[in-house]
């Protein structure tokens, strides 16, 4: 009794008599329709034509529904429900998101002076949870995910052992599910903790997210910047980075969670840069949700992965790489083409070489644009000729995939040339604003 989320006196209600109408009305959801049913009675199936078709007919499986059916059928139908429940020391906040494949990645927490915002990504939509909590919690959130059923689980700390009556009061857009590009940004303020020189005019700077802050950003997916400058809100996106090209190999110093790193070039005539680099440690920044629509389903099951990159379009490419070597078992090839105006602007040149000298999959090629007479390197810009040297199927039917990022000029014509060399759109993954 003390620890029902309604308390005792909600379950005197049904005390003697039959709860199920009361049971019903407050948690209609535990029941055989949302849990038991994902539970599979029978032989494992042997015929994967049903699965496809049932597929094809857009009808849940097992109450779990693939991800690619989301925008597909009326929201109230999949929206995630949430409950709550209580120990002495811990409130365990449950969402069913009837998902597969969700991962931590999906789920970004934030817990700042008495509010609790928990957001979950499910494709183009999300679910948020945004309540003033009834007491307060310690700092550190814990954010579980069951990838087979889609349950996220959120574990808060209680800051006194007592027992929890209700778990908040609503705040705005509680309880709902709507599509991303309904939703404004949601920033949390992050602390300057390092930056450290990349080249001449590109520093690597690490943020460190407020304690009751969990977010981690997606492969392949950017964030907003925002600093107030001049008495104006400026905005800019930024693609997060690993520490160093080698750190998937080791623990990371620092969680991914918690810390986020980005490269930026800093472009003294610019409006949002040259304020940034004036942060000092210790500073804080508004750093944005995650953004972007590569998906990481694009690497699965592929052979041979080309990335095409010009200055700092590189850093989208890091954290990918890093994930196609270490988690595409097929894959038997990565090469890096990346397009800079000098030697001096390569970024992360040792790294890249070290790394292809140590993984015979990778390869990297540098070309110059404004090369000095010294350099026995490629030159020049992306052309057909280069292109058609470099992303060359060594199979002709392997899955390939292509990556280009950099100004848009670079990247309009990368688009333009790979598609005069019979590249497909699905086989193109392009990163613009
Ligand atoms: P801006 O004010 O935009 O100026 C940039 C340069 O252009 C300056 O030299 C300026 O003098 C010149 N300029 C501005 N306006 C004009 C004009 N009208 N005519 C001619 N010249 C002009 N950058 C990174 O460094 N790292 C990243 O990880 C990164 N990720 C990105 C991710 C995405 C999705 C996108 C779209 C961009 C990303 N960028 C990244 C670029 C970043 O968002 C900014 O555009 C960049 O930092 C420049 O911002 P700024 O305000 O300092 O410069
Ligand atoms: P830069 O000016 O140093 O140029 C790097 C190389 O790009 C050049 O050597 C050249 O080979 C090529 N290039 C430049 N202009 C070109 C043109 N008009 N036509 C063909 N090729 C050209 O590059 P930078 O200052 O580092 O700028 C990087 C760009 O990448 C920025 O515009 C930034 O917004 C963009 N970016 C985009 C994302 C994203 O996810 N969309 C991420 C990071 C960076």
Known sequence: MEYHPGGEDELMRAAGSDGTDLFD?????????????????????????VLAKENHEKKPLNGILLKSKVPDLPVKEISPSYDWFQTESLVTIVIYTKQKDMDSESVIVDYQDGCFRAEIVV????????????????????????????????ILKKKNNVSWKYLGHPLESHNSFTAHREKGLYYRKCKLISKVDV??????????????????????????????????????????????????????LHPHNKYIYVIIKIYHTGLFTPHFDCLQIGDYVSLSNPEGNFKKSQLQDLEELFLLAAGTGFTPMVKILNYALANITNLRKVKLMFFNKTEEDILWRNQLEQLADKERRFEVEFILSEPTCEWIGKQGRISLPLLSKFVKRSLENSRVLICICGPAPFTEQGIRLLKDLNFSQEEVHSFTA
Do not use: F
């Open 123 to 154: 494709n183009d939509y999300s679910y948020l949870l945004h309540t003033e909590l009834s007491h307060e919690i310690q700092e550190d959130i814990t954010a579980r995910v069951t990838e087979k059923t889609g349950k996220v689980e959120i």
């Open 199 to 252: 080249t001449h005019d590109t520093k690597l700077y690490c943020l460190m997210m407020p304690p009751g802050t969990h977010l981690q950003v997606p492969i392949g997916q950017h964030v907003y910047l925002k600093q107030t400058i001049a008495g104006a809100e400026i905005v800019k996106p930024y693609t997060p980075v690993l520490e160093s090209l080698h750190s998937d190999l080791r623990e990371p």
């Open 25 to 49: 009305q407050v948690h209609r959801w535990v029941n055989y329709e949302s849990m038991l049913k994902e539970c599979l009675v029978g032989r494992m199936a042997v015929k994967p034509v």
